[in-house]
């Protein structure tokens, strides 16, 4: 989707993740109240641009805005682990020097892309873990805290029984391979922009995968497979985080721009579309370039995504016809 010159540069994309979504099994109401969260997170963060605020500031805004709504697995609408509670993961990065912070498994804090940022402001650190990412959450007074039963809904909890009873089935027909969970993970939230300046930056938030075990982390707070950005692109990824992982997604986006001169969108597909399917896994990407060209690739059935450009120009989607 290439970009028109003469307008407005800023830009902001987002998507609330990437999977399974069937036309057929989503409800008009359902579809209604996502494209209306993805409309108010596209409003939060370009408010900010739109008054001369910075890229990292209207992705951080509009992260912290898909997490507040249930629709997508982040903050509020996180999936549960096999235990019965929510362990969130989250990582924001600034194309200006590349600077970055990240968290995953945390339990206690209602907005951890927020924390992420305090991370890469607040500490010598790029990544903080489980117990020692809560110490630090500790330190900063301003971070609201929230049991981990207030990440709770019914229909993510609907998810997790119907998981474990596939688990049970599986393991009693000796058939629980990787290629089973195939479509049944929910996406991740993220957001990428461009403000006038010409900054760019990243952020990733996700509630990580249903009945995941031992500490299980995906890709989303790791710096190059979720979330990337620099001073030529900004990258957050969504999708199978084993597969993001081993091909380091958002990172080779980057490259193949840096070294191999492809355009955005052709970088984008090339690692979408073939690179992660070829391992045997799908996902989705959304980002921008220092241009204002915006890519926004999936190869599962459906991706909730949006974005809006400083002339106004904007839409909100879910399925391929848009």
């Known amino acids: 989707m290439a970009s028109d010159r003469a307008s407005p540069p800023t ?17 008009a109401s359902a579809e209604a109240a996502i494209h209306a969260a993805l409309q108010g997170a596209l409003d939060a963060g370009q408010a900010l641009l739109s008054a001369g605020g910075s890229a990292l500031d209207a992705v951080e805004a509009a992260v912290v805005a898909l997490e507040e709504s249930p629709h997508f697995n982040a903050g509020k609408g ?12 989250a990582s924001i990065m600034d194309g200006v020097g590349q600077r970055a912070g990240a968290v995953a498994g945390v339990t206690t804090v209602r907005n951890p892309v927020r924390l992420a940022r305090r991370v890469m402001t607040d500490s010598p650190h790029v990544l903080l873990i489980g117990a020692g990412a809560e110490r630090f959450a500790d330190t900063q007074a301003d971070l609201e805290r929230v049991p981990n039963a207030w990440f709770d809904t019914p229909h993510r909890h609907a998810q997790l029984l119907q998981a474990q009873a596939r688990e049970a089935a599986e393991r009693a027909q000796s058939d629980a391979t990787a290629e089973n969970l ?3 993970y929910f996406g991740t939230v993220g957001a990428v922009a461009l403000d006038a300046d010409g900054r760019l930056a990243a952020a990733t938030s996700t509630g ?5 075990k031992w500490g299980r982390v995906g890709d989303s707070p790791v710096i190059g497979a979720g979330t990337w950005a620099d001073a030529r692109c900004a990258v957050s990824g969504t999708g199978w985080g084993e597969f993001f992982l081993r091909a380091a997604v958002a990172h080779d986006i980057a490259a193949r721009i840096a070294y191999g001169g492809h355009s955005l969108q ?19 990407a959304i980002a921008v370039d220092r241009d204002g060209n915006i890519a ?3 190869s599962t059935s459906g991706m909730y995504r949006g974005w809006v450009r400083g002339d106004g120009r904007r839409g ?7």
């Open 266 to 284: 052709a970088a984008a597909d090339a690692v979408i579309c073939d690179v992660v399917p070829a391992l045997g896994g799908d996902g989705g």
């Open 316 to 322: 909100t989607a879910i399925f391929r016809d848009v």
């Open 208 to 212: 990580g995968m249903t009945n995941k």
């Open 78 to 89: 996180s999936v549960y682990d096999a235990d019965g509670g929510h362990e969130l993961d």
């Open 182 to 184: 195939r479509g049944k």
């Open 11 to 27: 830009v902001l994309v987002i998507h609330g993740g990437a999977g399974v979504i069937e036309r057929d099994a989503l409800e």
């Open 296 to 298: 926004m690739p999936f």
